[in-house]
Structure formats: structure tokens, C-alpha cells
């Protein structure tokens, strides 16, 4: 098949999953167009089943927002056209489905149908796409697409709750790929990040107020007050200088390290013992599962899809959004055991193993026939 997809380029979790979906039938034979402002971050071209085609804006004084929906929608009618693209796929909703759907019926005015599936991933729906100045749009996108996904039950929960949807919404869980995540013992350096007595603690995000960054801070502040330990930040957004700087007024500074964005998570979660994701909100939690695969334990608030993906009392522990007291006992709790960290942690990667994308990928497939059948 031939599929193109449009997604996010960015470090954000759903630009990941589009992007190591697109990696994964590459590698089963089908061509994959990658179609978006960027080139995705983990998006290498060394396949010759991948091709990436970046959609530019001219920027023109006249308008105060260039009108990137335009841009895509024209970017996408040209190479649906030019590499008869059977399937088109895209990732989060705004304003990808609404540019989607411009894009098919334009191609349609000169008899050429091609369905398209939405996956839709978290905030489009919970956050932004929820908004009064958005919401009309995105109902009409959601409703016009040929498939809808969503990554989790929860988040199909809430996408029926806060919009009126008129067409089924299948549930495909965010996967990983864990063939991909064997890190070789040289890489995995974690004599340079902290002491043999001291357990590492990780928090990977954009570093927005909805990953509540301030808890992530005060739940380390109470481990390393118990057990020797380093807090490893990944990752870059408006929270962070708040974060920095609240560890230095716990006089915590020197116990944390903040990484920036990082292409190399693996190599950090190898070393990790402890992922720390206290969330308001989350449709699913890919970092946690992220965390999972490289053996590392989870503590979690329990909001949205997480408890879809971090088992309490198996892979770690959940408690509700804000309540750092308990979350930081349960890091103790498993922190301070050997044998009950192994444990947890050997856990994870079970757990994590049932997201294996060897069980998603086909059901993806089985949808682009579907949809393609139906044309
Ligand atoms: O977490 C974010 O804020 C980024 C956002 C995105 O769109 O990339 O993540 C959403 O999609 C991910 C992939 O499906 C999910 O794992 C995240 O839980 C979801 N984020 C939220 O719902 C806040």
C-alpha cells in the first residue's frame, strides 16, 4: 500500500507514534509519504520506502496568521496525486483532518477517492480541540474522517462525552517497538550520572503545566531526603525554568540534572530505575510505556488512559492527580528494596511487551484495507 501520513515533527507523543508507525510499514514493504512542516525528529530517510515532503508557508505581510491548513491541504492533493497514494493518515486532529478532508474533496472534484483514517491522540481533543473557537471544526473533521482512532478507551470516552460524534470510534493503543530498544551495554553509562548507592529518578515531557512539573520536583524532593538519588529532567517547555528554580530554592540543585530536548531516551532510560509522570491530564502516557520497555518503574497519577497502561501494584503505583504525599511513599516503597525494585522493574517490560507494535501494526492495517475497500 501506499500511505501518507501527516503528523506533528515534533518531540510531542503523537509525532512519535505517527512517526515509528510510518518506520514500521516501511519495513513491511509499503511506501510510506511523510507529509508536514518538518522532518520528523525520529524520522531517519535511510529506507527507500520512506519519503518525506515538507509543506512550506510563504509567509505574505497581509496575513497576521499564515495559513498552514491551506499549505497542507494544497501539499497533500499534489502528492496524493503525483504518487497515487491509496491511504492518507492522520495524526491529531487539528487542523490535520480539517486540512485531510479539504485535500479528498478537492482530489474528488477530479474522481480521485482516497479515505482517510484519524488517529486522534490526547490534547486535540481534551485540551485545544475542546475550545469553543475550534470545536465546530473539529466535530465536522472527526465526523467527515472514513476511520476514527484513539489511542485509548479513555480518551474515546471523552471524545463521545465532549463532542457529538456520528461515526464509530475504534480504540488502537500507542505501541513500542522493543526490538528497537536494545541499548548496547557501552551506551548505557550510568557511572556518569550518579553514584553505584544512588537510585536515578526520570521525567520525560514538554514540560507543560498539564505534566504538573512543580509535583515531579517535590516527589524527588522527598525520595532523596530518604534515599540517595539524582533526578534526571528530559525534555523542554514553559515549565521548566519555574523548575529550575524551585530546585534551587529546596537547595536541590545539585541532585538534578535538565537534559533539554533528547533524541537519546533509551540511553537515559536504561540507566533509569524510577519514571515519575504525575499528569492532570493524559489520553495515554507514552512516555511512561517508553519508560516501561527500558525496564524502569512507574508512578503515575491516575488521570485519562494512564491506568490503561501502568498496572498499579505491577509496573508501579498511581495515585490521584496532586497527591504528591502518596506518590512520593510509593517511590519509597519501591526505591528503598532491592529485590522489590527488580521486581517492578522486571514488570514493566512485561506490561510493556503487551503494547508490542508486532500487535498494533496489524491491526493499522487491517483498517487501511478496510477503508480502502470501501472506496
Ligand atoms: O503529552 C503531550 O502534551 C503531547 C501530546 C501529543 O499530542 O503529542 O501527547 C498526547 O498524545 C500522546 C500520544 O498518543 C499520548 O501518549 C499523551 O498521553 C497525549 N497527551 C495528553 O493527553 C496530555
Do not use: W
Amino acid at each position: 500500500m501506499k500511505i501518507a501520513i501527516v503528523c506533528y515533527p515534533t518531540f510531542g507523543g503523537s509525532g512519535v507514534v505517527a512517526t515509528e508507525l510510518g518506520i514500521a510499514l516501511a519495513k513491511l514493504n509499503h511506501e510510506v509519504h511523510f507529509i508536514t512542516y518538518k522532518q520528523p525528529v525520529r524520522l531517519n530517510l535511510l529506507n527507500p520506502n520512506i519519503h518525506f515532503h515538507e509543506v512550506s508557508v510563504p509567509t505574505y505581510p497581509l496575513f497576521h496568521y499564515q495559513p498552514y491548513e491551506l499549505a497542507l491541504s494544497s501539499k497533500l492533493v499534489d502528492t496524493i496525486k503525483k504518487y497515487k497514494i491509496d491511504v492518507l493518515h492522520v495524526h491529531y486532529a487539528i487542523p490535520h483532518a480539517y486540512a485531510g478532508y479539504m485535500a479528498k474533496k478537492m482530489l474528488e472534484e477530479e474522481g480521485i477517492y482516497v479515505p482517510m483514517v484519524t488517529t486522534l491522540h490526547g490534547t486535540d481533543i481534551t485540551l485545544v480541540g475542546n475550545h469553543p473557537f475550534y470545536k465546530p471544526a473539529v466535530t465536522f473533521s472527526i465526523n467527515k474522517s472514513d476511520i476514527v482512532t484513539s489511542v485509548s478507551q479513555s480518551l474515546k470516552d471523552d471524545t463521545l462525552r465532549l463532542f457529538d460524534i456520528k461515526n464509530n470510534i475504534e480504540v488502537v493503543p500507542n505501541f513500542i517497538d522493543a526490538s528497537q530498544r536494545k541499548t548496547s551495554f557501552t551506551d548505557c553509562q550510568r557511572e556518569l550520572m550518579a553514584t553505584p548507592e544512588e537510585r536515578i529518578v526520570t521525567h520525560i515531557s514538554n514540560f507543560r503545566a498539564v505534566k504538573r512539573i512543580t509535583d515531579v520536583v517535590d516527589i524527588f524532593y522527598n525520595i532523596q531526603k530518604k534515599i540517595p538519588a539524582k533526578l534526571l529532567m528530559v525534555g523542554e517547555g514553559p515549565e521548566r525554568k519555574p523548575a529550575e528554580e524551585r530546585c534551587k530554592e529546596l537547595g536541590i540543585k545539585d541532585k538534578v540534572v535538565f537534559f533539554g530536548n533528547s533524541n537519546e531516551i533509551d540511553k537515559i532510560l536504561c540507566f533509569s530505575d524510577l519514571f515519575l509522570l504525575p499528569s492532570e491530564r493524559e489520553s495515554f502516557g507514552l512516555a511512561a510505556l517508553e519508560a516501561m520497555v527500558n525496564k524502569v518503574a512507574v508512578i503515575s497519577s491516575n488521570a485519562g488512559g494512564i491506568p490503561e497502561v501502568n498496572n498499579h501494584g505491577v509496573s508501579g503505583y498511581m495515585s490521584d492527580v496532586g497527591d504528591v504525599r502518596d506518590m512520593s511513599e510509593n517511590s519509597i516503597k519501591i526505591l528503598e528494596n532491592d529485590d522489590r525494585l527488580e521486581t517492578f522493574k522486571e514488570n514493566a517490560y512485561k506490561e510493556a511487551m503487551k503494547f508490542d507494535i508486532s500487535n498494533i501494526i496489524p491491526l493499522y492495517i487491517k483498517m487501511y484495507e478496510s477503508a480502502l475497500a470501501a472506496v
